[in-house]
């Protein structure tokens, strides 16, 4: 989990910003439905990322599109990201993003992946919180 803070929010299921890491982010609130643990506007919070791939990536695009070796997000408008990051485990495939991981960008087994830079589209970037 991050510290993060609430910026703004539509509602629930619906598009809010938050901001953590000196960096505002747009994201799905799936943090509004429950009462008990919904910050308030410019209240700190824990945060916990769930980033939903949802795209069918070409292999060679997701190996090919970081050659910079880059490490975090690009936003693509709503609560769409290109991520960039490396792949830290396989058997899942983990990418760091900086952030946080992902898992399941790709499928594979071979430990070869590890170090790899790649950059792949974050469909929808939303996530939990838990007040302090």
């Not at 619906?14 to 953590?20: C, H, Q």
């Amino acid at each position: 989990m991050i510290r993060a803070r609430l910026i703004s929010t539509e509602g629930p299921y619906l598009e809010a910003v938050i901001e953590t890491c000196g960096q505002r982010l747009h994201i799905m609130d799936e943090f509004s439905v429950c009462e008990d643990t919904c910050p308030r506007i410019n209240e700190d919070f824990e945060f916990e990322f769930y980033p939903f791939l949802g795209e069918n990536e070409e292999w060679e695009a997701i190996f090919a599109g970081n050659p910079a070796e880059h490490i975090g997000l690009e936003h693509l408008g709503g609560w769409r990201y290109r991520a960039f990051g490396k792949v830290i485990g396989v058997n899942p495939v983990v990418v760091d993003c900086g952030l946080f991981t992902v898992e399941d960008v790709v499928s594979s087994s071979d430990a070869r992946l590890v170090g790899e830079s790649v950059a792949f589209i974050i469909s929808r970037l939303g996530g939990y919180a838990c007040k302090t």
